[in-house]
């Protein structure tokens, strides 16, 4: 079993930053793939980024690159996503999530894939 909280998420205003973190514990030797994705009120889950635990390649929504960036410290069994230039757009609950099978980019767009997932936490982005 992998355990995963996240922090880190607040208000801002547009233009604003914010830096998500996740730590993972437990099972996190069966860990392959470590991804952010999101939920706004009234719409599906949506993968942000993904990043593979081993080689550290990385995946992100088309909507998010050039602001976010998603990165990892094996050390610390902790996920990142610094978030910039923040739109009113980003606004959502925002989910650390974990995958044990092989495929890391291509599961982005797939949140069934993903095996454990924290709790969320609020990211209010106002205009």
């Known amino acids: 079993q992998v355990q995963l909280e996240e922090s880190g998420g607040g208000s801002v205003q547009a233009g604003g930053s914010l830096r998500l973190s996740c730590a993972a514990s437990g099972d996190t030797y069966s860990i392959n793939c470590m991804g952010w994705f999101r939920q706004a009120p009234g719409k599906g889950r949506e993968g942000v980024a993904v990043?593979?635990?081993?080689?550290?390649?990385?995946s992100y929504a088309d909507s998010v690159k050039g602001r976010f960036t998603i990165s990892q410290d094996n050390a610390k069994n902790t996920l990142y996503l610094q978030m910039n230039i923040l739109k009113p757009e980003d606004t959502a609950s925002y989910y650390c999530?974990?995958?044990?099978?092989?495929?890391?980019?291509?599961?982005?767009?797939?949140?069934?894939?993903?095996?454990?997932w924290g709790q969320g936490t609020q990211v209010t982005v106002s205009s």
């Open positions: 990043i593979s635990a081993a080689g550290g390649s990385t």
């Open positions: 999530a974990a995958r044990q099978g092989s495929l890391c980019a291509t599961r982005l767009a797939y949140p069934t894939a993903f095996n454990y």
